[in-house]
T-cell receptor, first 113, second 111 residues
């Protein structure tokens, strides 16, 4: 089954404790991205990757890191989480930018206290 | 700069009546446009997409949208609402290196 998986689905952590949210897709997609969803703000892109070893900032990259060492995986790293990073996070993948459907993961709800 | 504006943050309709969710885009050229739906506690699912092949686009679950260049609009419609349509809907623009999400419209279905 074609899918994007994220782990964990729910995470409660404390300020400053490094964490990683994993994202994996099995569709051989070149393009992957991370979004955060906040009430009233819709989805905002954090980082995206056009292919292996190619990443770029989205609209809200501050406080986040990503890496793309393999085509299927695109982890999101919070080196020192802060309460303003409490949000719902989605990973997505597609064949590319432009007229391509994005496939979304189920989401990760992160709470930073 | 490209932008996507969803004109209503909430829309309420009675079951069986038509649905209209409005989306305007701002771009110097025709972008690719999408509508996604997000049911409670779920990820986003593609409803339909416009990629310049046809201005009237049909999607899943009876939804359709019409691209109107003169009005820079891409409104989502459905002839008859069903309770299962209650969800949040996102209009998304995509061109070159930018993907722009509208802020979403929450659709409420009244019994």
């Amino acid at each position: 089954e074609a899918q994007v998986t994220q782990n964990p689905r729910y995470l409660i952590t404390v300020t400053g404790k490094k964490l990683t949210v994993t994202c994996s897709q099995n569709m051989n997609h070149e393009y992957m991205s991370w979004y955060r969803q906040d009430p009233g703000l819709g989805l905002r892109q954090i980082y995206y990757s056009m292919n292996v070893e190619v990443t770029d900032k989205g609209d809200v990259p501050e406080g986040y890191k990503v890496s793309r060492k393999e085509k299927r995986n695109f982890p999101l790293i919070l080196e020192s989480p802060s309460p303003n990073q409490t949000s719902l996070y989605f990973c997505a993948s597609s064949y590319g930018q432009g007229p391509y459907e994005q496939y979304f993961g189920p989401g990760t709800r992160l709470t930073v206290t | 700069a490209q932008s996507v504006t969803q004109l209503d943050s909430h829309v309420s309709v009675s079951e069986g009546t038509p649905v209209l969710l409005r989306c305007n885009y701002s771009s110097s050229y025709s972008p690719s446009l999408f509508w996604y739906v997000q049911h409670p506690n779920k990820g986003l699912q593609l409803l339909l997409k416009y990629t310049s092949a046809a201005t009237l686009v049909k999607g899943i679950n009876g939804f359709e949208a019409e691209f109107k260049k003169s009005e820079t609009s891409f409104h989502l419609t459905k002839p008859s609402a069903h309770m299962s349509d209650a969800a949040e809907y996102f209009c998304v623009g995509n061109r070159d290196d930018k993907i722009i999400f509208g802020k979403g419209t929450r659709l409420h279905i009244l019994p």
